[in-house]
């Protein structure tokens, strides 16, 4: 199974930023795409932005678009979400997951081996 951990979340102030980050503990990655989730408190699940590792095509929600940007460390087999302008309704649970890539895109669509991780707390209040 595919299991990644996510770190970097905490409390910042509105127009702050983060970066998030996705690991397999030092392993490499072993997807084509990566997808970050989002879930706040009594919500569902939302879709934040999908990374084709191996062309670097991204895809990034309305939602953030323009804030949020992604970065990689191929020797750290990490890769990163850089948060920028934070607002208070991005207050949730990060989630990095493996999902499906298709014809150097990416989907939101997870692998059949992918398996959620733990999450990151990010809380944006003032």
């Known amino acids: 199974q595919l299991q990644f951990v996510e770190s970097g979340g905490g409390l910042v102030q509105p127009g702050g930023s983060l970066r998030l980050s996705c690991s397999a503990s030092?392993?490499?990655?072993?997807?084509?795409?990566i997808g970050w989730f989002r879930q706040a408190p009594g919500k569902g699940r939302e879709e934040v932005s999908c990374?084709?590792?191996?062309?670097?095509?991204?895809n990034f929600a309305y939602s953030v678009k323009g804030r949020f940007t992604f970065s990689r460390d191929n020797a750290e087999n990490t890769v990163y979400l850089q948060m920028n302008n934070l607002k208070p309704e991005d207050t949730a649970v990060y989630y990095c997951?493996?999902?499906?890539?298709?014809?150097?895109?990416?989907?939101?669509?997870?692998?059949?081996?992918?398996?959620w991780g733990q999450g990151t707390q990010v809380t944006v209040a003032s």
């Open positions: 030092g392993a490499p990655l072993g997807a084509s795409a």
């Open positions: 990374i084709n590792i191996r062309t670097n095509f991204a």
């Open positions: 997951v493996a999902v499906r890539a298709s014809d150097g895109f990416c989907t939101y669509r997870t692998l059949p081996t992918a398996k």
